[in-house]
């Protein structure tokens, strides 16, 4: 059942695809099983701001499997994750659980500073930072066939990437552009890095190379897989996400919170990120203050 609660929160997004998006997510989670409740019996919602490269695995995989372990369903909302921290500190948007693609921007909600919001996470995996292609790109064949900094700043190509002031991929990108600029010598490429061009949100990118307005773009692993994604690698460049996992403190659904943030690190919840693409780190998990899992 999908609240008034829910649609209204859902409206504020600012962007029509970021808020289909949530919606077909909150109807995802609700899809099973037929009487509401998982094989714990638990019923109720979780509040779940997550990196946007997680939108098609979040909606379609995770979600569904939790509602079905547990009986809870995921409302969810994604956007880049500075973005997601800025709303939580400012009271604009209310969590349970907060998932990044960036261990750093946690920080960002840690201490009386920054309004306490997050005391501790844990490391969920890394993914890869790839290039994703529209496979009838003219640029195409090229692309399978040499170094992708030898055509992305042929004339006309067009290459998407997201916000390095709101979303750590575009932080990625943009050093995978100037690295390779660096090391290979190529200006041209370099320029890329500080255009202002074809600069999309995470929720959008996808679509946007679907729809042929792209030829190219800067993708997480995980989100490639999920999308069926055609990818190459970033040659050059040893690039990836970091995603982390932490309960926002003053969360509203706490045991909710803290079954979503368990299904995650468990079994089913590896089993689902390694399948798509969300890889082992080799740091370990970091806690700052308070254990993650505290009991309920």
């Known amino acids: 059942m999908t609240t008034w609660r829910t649609v209204v929160r859902y409206v504020r997004a600012p962007h029509v695809a970021t808020m289909l998006a949530a919606l077909a997510l909150v109807l995802a989670g609700t899809a099973a099983p037929q009487d509401g409740a998982g094989a714990s019996g638990a019923r109720g919602t979780v ?32 956007n880049g994750s500075m973005a997601l921290a800025a709303e939580i500190k400012g009271g604009t948007e209310v969590a349970d659980v907060f998932v990044s693609a960036a261990p750093s921007v946690n920080r960002e909600l840690e201490g009386a500073a920054n309004g306490d919001w997050v005391s501790s996470y844990r490391i969920l995996g890394r993914s ?24 992305v700043d042929r004339p006309g190509f067009l290459l998407g990437r997201t916000d390095p002031a709101v979303d750590p991929k575009g932080v990625l990108a943009v050093t995978a552009l100037r690295d390779v600029a660096r090391r290979y010598h190529r200006p041209r490429i370099a320029t890329l890095a500080t255009s202002t061009k074809n600069v999309f949100t995470e929720t959008s ?18 989100e490639a897989s999920a999308a069926h994604l055609r990818t190459v690698a970033l040659v050059g460049t040893h690039l990836a996400g970091i ?15 803290r079954a979503f943030i368990a299904f995650l690190l468990g ?27 505290a009991p309920s």
């Open 47 to 78: 509040d779940v701001l997550y990196a946007g490269s997680l939108l098609e695995l979040m909606q379609n995989q995770i979600a569904p499997a939790f509602h079905r372990r547990t009986g809870y369903t995921v409302v969810g909302f994604p």
């Open 128 to 151: 890869p930072l790839v290039l994703g292609y529209n496979p009838s790109s003219p640029f195409a064949p090229a692309l399978r066939s040499s170094p992708w900094y030898d055509v």
């Open 205 to 222: 990118l996808v679509g946007e190379l679907d729809a042929g307005q792209l030829d190219a773009g800067f993708f997480y692993a995980v």
């Open 243 to 257: 995603f982390t996992v932490a309960l926002v403190n003053r969360a509203p659904h706490p045991a909710a919170a």
């Open 267 to 293: 079994a089913d919840g590896r089993r689902l990120l390694r399948r798509h693409g969300v890889l082992p780190a080799v740091s370990t998990p970091r806690t700052t203050r308070v254990p993650l899992l």
